[in-house]
C-alpha cells in the first residue's frame, strides 16, 4: 500500500510538470510564434519601443521557453529573483511566479484565494451528496412512482439549467426581492455567520446542479445492482432489508459516485468559475477570470497548477478509497 | 388518468406562484431597495449634470464604492485609467487640479499644494509655483518641492514605473536625457536639470519649449509628491503614502480597497478636497449585472468605474428609480478611421464613400442608442474638449442616415464605382464595437464595398493596430476605436490621433497616419498659446482638416448611463473626469 501510494505520489509530480511545461507552451511559446508579444500587455499607451524592450527585459521574456520554464520550476523550491532589465524583485519560496500586472508574488494571491473555493466546494458537496444519494437510492426502491418521477423530473431540470441562470434566478428572488439572503461572501474569520450566510446561495445552486446528477446516476447504478445475484442471494437468507440496502446494495453503488465525485470535486478545487463569478466569490475560479481578461499569465498559470493539483490528488483519494469501499479492488 | 391530470395542475400551479413571486420581488427590487440604505429621496434624473445635486457639507458615513475592473495601478505615476485619477485626488495632491465644480467649469485648474497656478515667465517657458503652509503626509512629516521634484521623475523609470502618462516627461525633457531616480547617481536623486528646488516651498519648471497645457499636466496624478524613504519602487501601488485627506488602510488587487481619514491632513491648506465621508472603500466584483442590482438595492453608492449601467440594470433603473440616474457626456469619441497606408484608403474619395454609406444611427444604436451610447458625433473634437463647435457638420451626419447618391458620386471620384474590397479590425472583447463593426458592414454592402470582419485580441491593441507596419500587412483599412482625453484640451485629445510627429512603430495611436504639415503646424501655434480659448480656435482649425479630410468617421460622442445613491451629497459631473462625478466631493451624510 505505501509502495502504491509513493508511486501514485511520483506520477503526480510528473503529471504537474507535464501540465506546467504544456501550460508554459501556450502561454509564452505560442505567442512568440504568432508575433505577439505579452510585454506589450504592461505598457501604457504612450509607451515607446525603448519601455516595450524594457518590461520584455523585466519579463525575461527573450529567454528561451525551456529556460524560462526551468526558472519557474526551480523557484518553486528555491525562490526567485527578477533582475531583468536593471530591476531585481524577489519572489518568496514557494515562488509559483511574479505578477507583474498587480505587483505581487503568486503564491500569497492563491493562498487567499484558496480557502474561498475550498468552502464552496466542501459545502457545496456535502449538500449535492445528500441531496443526490438520498433522492437517487429512493428513487430506485420507488421505481416509478410519483416519486420517481417527480424527483426524476426535477434532477432532469437540475442538470440542463446552468448555474448562471439558477445562480442569477436565486440572487434575484432571495437577495435583490426578498433580502433574505446578501449573497456577498465574508471570511469565516471575520464573522462565521456572515461566512454562512454569503455562501448558502452559492451552495444549493451549485448543490442544485450536482445533486441532479448525483441522482440519476445514484438511480441508475442501484436499480443495476438490486437485479444482481448477489442482492438477491442477500435477500433470500432472509436479511433485513435495510441491510440489503444499506450494507451490499449501497457499497457498490457508491464506487461509480466515488469516481465521479473525485473528479468533481478536483475540478470545482481548481475553480469553480461560474458559480465564482455569478455570486462574486473571491477564489480561484474568479481570480481565473480575472487574470484571463487582465492577461495576467503568471497567474493563469498559478491558477492551472493548482487546478491540475487539485484534480490529480482527488483521483489519488478517490482510488485509496476504493479499497475501503469495495473489497474487490484492494490493493496489495 | 385523474391522478395525472390533478399532478399537472399542481405541477402548472406551483410554476405559476414562482413566475407571480419573481414579479413580485424583482418588482419590489426595482428602486425601492432596502430600507435605510437609499438615505431618502433622490434629487431626479440628471440632477448631476451642469450642477450640484444633493449640496452638503456634513461630514461622516462611510463611501462605498463597487465595481467590476481595478485599477491598471494606484501608484499616481503608474495610473493611466480615468476612475483612478479621479479616485486618486483621495490620497494625492498635485500643485494645482481640475476645479471641484460641474460640468465645463472643472476644465480649469486651480491651486492646490501650490499658491497659486504658477507664475509663467515672459518666454513662457519657465513656470514656478511656491507651496502653502500645512501641506503634511500622512504621517506628519511635512511636504516639501522635493517630495514633487521625485514623483514627477519616477516616470523617467519607464523599466519599474510603466504604464502611466508621458506628457510630463515629454513637456520637460523629450529627449530623456534623464534615467530616472532609481538609476541617479547624485545622493538626492534628483538629478532631473528641467525641475528646480531652490528650497523647500519654491519649485521650478523649465520646458525647452513653450506649451500652454502643461498646467494640465501638473495637475495629472503623475504630478504627485512621492518621498524617497516610502518609495517601493513597482509595489508603491499596494498602498500609496498619502499626502491627501485619505491614507490606506488595506488593498487586495481584484478583491477592493479602504481607505479612512488621513488626521495629519489639514483641512486649512487643502481648498479644493471636502473630505466629508469618514471612511471610503471599494469592492471589486465579478459580475456587472449583480453590482448593478446591489447598486439599485441600495447596497453601494455608486460604480467607480462608471462606465456605464448594463442593458438590464439601465432599464431597471430608469423605469423604476430615474431619479437616481445621470446620462452625462464621457469626453469620448467612438470612431472609425482609415489608415491611409491600406489601398484604397490613400484616396481622400474612397474615405469619404464610406463615410456617406455609413448609417450612422445604426451605428448609434449599436453603441447602445442616444442614451447609453451618445449623440451622433459631428467631428473630431468631443463637446467636453475646447474648441467643440455644435454647428459643425460637414458630412451632415446629423441626418443620421447614410446618402448613397454621394457615397456612389465619391466612389467614381476615387475610381472605384463598382466599390472595393477591405478588412475592418475591431477588438474582440469590446461587443458595442463588434456591433458597429457589423453595422458598418451591412451598410457598406449597399454601395458595393465588401469588408471582412477581422476580430483581434483587445488585450494587444498595441502591437496589432498599434503597429503601422502590421495594420499594413493584414491590409485593415478601416479601425475601429474610441478616445478620450486625458486633459481637456485639443492637445490631450486631438494630437495623440493626427500630428504626423505621433507615429510611432509601435503603440502608435494616429492609426491613419496622417501626417500632414500644416495640421501639425497648427498644434504647435496651439500648443505654445497659454489662453485655454485661444489654443482651443486653432484646434477648431485643425478639426477642421482632419475631419474634412476623411479621414474618420466619427460615430457618437458617448454618453452613458450611470447610478448614484439617494445618500450621496455633492454630486456633480465633472468634464475634467471623462463625466465620471467628481469623487473628492462626495459626501453621505444629510
Not at chain 2, 209 to 236: H, I, S
Not at chain 2, 476 to 505: E, K, N, V
Not at chain 2, 560 to 587: C, E, F, K, M
Request: a neutral charge; aromatic letters at 10%.
Amino acid at each position: 500500500m505505501f509502495a502504491y501510494i509513493v508511486r501514485r505520489l511520483v506520477a503526480v509530480i510528473v503529471m504537474l510538470l507535464v501540465v506546467t511545461l504544456v501550460t508554459f507552451g501556450i502561454f509564452f511559446a505560442i505567442p512568440k510564434l504568432t508575433g505577439s508579444d505579452p510585454a506589450l500587455l504592461y505598457v501604457g499607451k504612450q509607451a515607446d519601443p525603448e519601455t516595450i524592450e524594457g518590461i520584455r527585459q523585466k519579463l525575461e521574456l527573450g529567454d528561451p521557453v525551456l529556460v524560462q520554464f526551468w526558472h519557474f520550476v526551480s523557484g518553486i523550491v528555491a525562490g526567485r529573483d527578477y533582475t531583468g532589465g536593471g530591476t531585481s524583485v524577489h519572489c518568496d519560496v514557494p515562488c509559483f511566479g511574479y505578477s507583474f500586472r498587480t505587483e505581487q508574488d503568486i503564491w500569497p494571491v492563491l493562498q487567499d484565494r484558496l480557502p474561498v473555493t475550498l468552502s464552496l466546494a466542501a459545502g457545496a458537496c456535502v449538500l449535492w451528496l445528500l441531496g443526490g444519494v438520498i433522492t437517487g437510492v429512493v428513487s430506485a426502491l420507488k421505481r416509478g412512482s410519483l416519486w420517481d418521477r417527480a424527483a426524476m423530473t426535477v434532477a432532469l431540470g437540475g442538470v440542463s439549467l446552468p448555474i448562471y441562470f439558477t445562480g442569477l434566478l436565486s440572487l434575484a428572488v432571495f437577495s435583490y426581492g426578498l433580502g433574505w439572503l446578501d449573497g456577498e461572501y465574508v471570511d469565516f474569520a471575520e464573522s462565521p455567520g456572515e461566512w454562512f450566510g454569503g455562501l448558502i446561495l452559492p451552495w444549493v445552486t451549485l448543490a442544485f446542479l450536482y445533486a441532479a446528477m448525483y441522482a440519476r446516476l445514484t438511480r441508475a447504478t442501484m436499480l443495476e445492482i438490486l437485479g444482481e445475484d448477489y442482492i438477491r442471494t442477500a435477500r433470500a437468507k432472509g436479511l433485513r432489508e435495510p441491510v440489503v440496502i444499506g450494507k451490499h446494495a449501497m457499497r457498490s453503488t457508491m464506487t461509480p459516485v466515488l469516481t465521479i465525485l473525485g473528479m468533481d470535486l478536483g475540478a470545482l478545487v481548481g475553480g469553480a468559475i461560474l458559480t465564482e463569478t455569478t455570486f462574486n466569490l473571491p477564489g480561484l475560479g474568479q481570480a481565473a477570470v480575472k487574470a484571463i481578461g487582465d492577461r495576467d499569465l503568471p497567474l493563469i498559470l498559478g491558477v492551472t497548477l493548482i487546478a491540475a493539483a487539485a484534480v490529480v490528488l482527488a483521483n489519488l483519494v478517490v482510488d485509496l478509497l476504493y479499497a475501503v469501499i469495495d473489497p474487490r479492488v484492494r490493493l496489495s | 388518468m385523474a391522478t395525472q391530470r390533478n399532478s399537472r395542475r399542481a405541477l402548472a400551479a406551483g410554476a405559476a406562484l414562482v413566475v407571480a413571486a419573481l414579479v413580485g420581488t424583482t418588482a419590489c427590487g426595482g428602486g425601492g431597495g432596502k430600507d435605510g440604505k437609499h438615505g431618502g429621496k433622490a434629487p431626479g434624473f440628471n440632477a448631476g449634470i451642469d450642477k450640484v445635486a444633493s449640496a452638503s457639507d456634513k461630514k461622516g458615513g462611510e463611501l462605498r464604492f463597487i465595481g467590476t475592473q481595478d485599477a491598471d495601478s494606484w501608484d499616481p505615476q503608474r495610473g493611466y485609467y480615468g476612475f483612478m485619477w479621479d479616485f486618486a485626488r483621495f490620497y494625492t495632491r498635485t500643485l494645482v487640479t481640475p476645479k471641484a465644480a460641474p460640468g465645463k467649469e472643472s476644465r480649469a485648474v486651480v491651486p492646490d499644494m501650490a499658491t497659486d497656478t504658477g507664475k509663467v515667465s515672459a518666454d513662457k517657458k519657465t513656470y514656478t509655483f511656491t507651496l502653502r503652509d500645512g501641506l503634511t503626509w500622512e504621517d506628519g512629516q511635512p511636504i516639501t518641492s522635493r517630495h514633487i521634484k521625485y514623483g514627477i521623475e519616477r516616470t523617467w523609470a519607464q523599466d519599474k514605473i510603466s504604464g502611466g502618462p508621458l506628457w510630463l516627461m515629454q513637456a520637460l525633457d523629450p529627449d530623456k536625457t534623464y534615467k530616472g531616480p532609481y538609476k541617479d547617481d547624485s545622493p538626492d536623486k534628483l538629478g532631473l536639470k528641467a525641475i528646480e528646488t531652490p528650497d523647500d516651498k519654491t519649485i521650478v519648471f523649465k520646458l525647452p519649449k513653450a506649451n500652454g497645457d502643461f498646467p494640465q499636466m501638473l495637475a495629472l496624478p503623475a504630478a504627485a509628491p512621492v518621498r524617497p524613504d516610502k518609495d517601493t519602487a513597482e509595489k508603491y501601488g499596494q498602498k500609496p503614502f498619502s499626502s491627501g485627506p485619505y491614507r490606506w488602510v488595506s488593498y487586495t488587487p481584484n478583491k477592493g480597497l479602504e481607505l479612512v481619514r488621513n488626521e495629519k491632513w489639514k483641512r486649512e491648506s487643502d481648498p479644493v478636497r471636502k473630505a466629508l465621508p469618514d471612511k471610503i472603500t471599494v469592492k471589486l466584483s465579478t459580475n456587472a449585472d449583480d453590482m448593478d442590482n446591489r447598486l439599485i438595492a441600495g447596497d453601494y453608492d455608486l460604480d467607480i468605474n462608471a462606465t456605464g449601467m448594463g442593458s438590464a440594470g439601465r432599464q431597471k433603473a430608469l423605469q423604476s428609480a430615474k431619479a437616481n440616474v445621470d446620462n452625462p457626456q464621457t469626453g469620448f469619441i467612438r470612431y472609425a478611421v482609415f489608415p491611409q497606408t491600406v489601398a484604397p484608403f490613400d484616396n481622400e474619395h474612397c474615405r469619404k464613400a464610406v463615410i456617406y454609406a455609413a448609417d450612422h444611427t445604426s451605428l448609434q444604436t449599436a453603441r447602445g442608442g442616444p442614451d447609453a451610447g451618445g449623440d451622433l458625433a459631428t467631428g473630431m473634437i468631443p463637446p467636453s474638449v475646447e474648441g467643440y463647435d455644435p454647428g459643425y457638420d460637414p458630412f451632415r451626419l446629423k441626418q443620421g442616415k447614410p446618402d448613397l447618391d454621394k457615397a456612389k458620386e465619391e466612389l467614381k471620384a476615387c475610381g472605384k464605382p463598382e466599390g472595393f474590397k477591405t478588412t475592418i479590425a475591431v477588438r474582440n472583447n469590446k461587443p458595442p464595437e463588434i456591433a458597429t463593426a457589423e453595422s458598418l458592414q451591412a451598410a457598406l454592402k449597399k454601395v458595393g464595398i465588401q469588408t471582412d470582419i477581422d476580430q483581434y485580441d483587445g488585450a494587444q491593441t498595441t502591437g496589432i493596430i498599434g503597429a503601422p507596419k502590421n495594420v499594413k500587412s493584414k491590409g485593415y483599412g478601416i479601425i475601429i476605436m474610441g478616445w478620450g482625453a486625458d486633459f481637456p484640451s485639443g492637445q490631450g485629445f486631438l494630437q495623440p490621433l493626427t500630428d504626423g510627429r505621433f507615429i510611432l512603430d509601435s503603440g502608435n495611436n494616429n492609426y491613419g497616419e496622417i501626417n500632414d504639415p500644416a495640421i501639425n503646424k497648427l498644434y504647435d501655434q496651439a500648443i505654445a498659446e497659454t489662453d485655454p480659448a485661444k489654443a482651443g480656435k486653432i484646434f477648431q482649425e485643425a478639426n477642421k482638416k482632419v475631419t474634412e479630410g476623411g479621414w474618420y468617421l466619427p460615430f457618437v460622442f458617448e454618453k452613458n448611463i450611470i447610478w448614484r445613491s439617494s445618500r450621496l451629497t455633492n454630486v456633480y459631473t465633472s468634464d475634467a473626469y471623462n463625466g465620471r462625478y467628481d469623487y473628492a466631493s462626495l459626501g453621505v451624510a444629510k
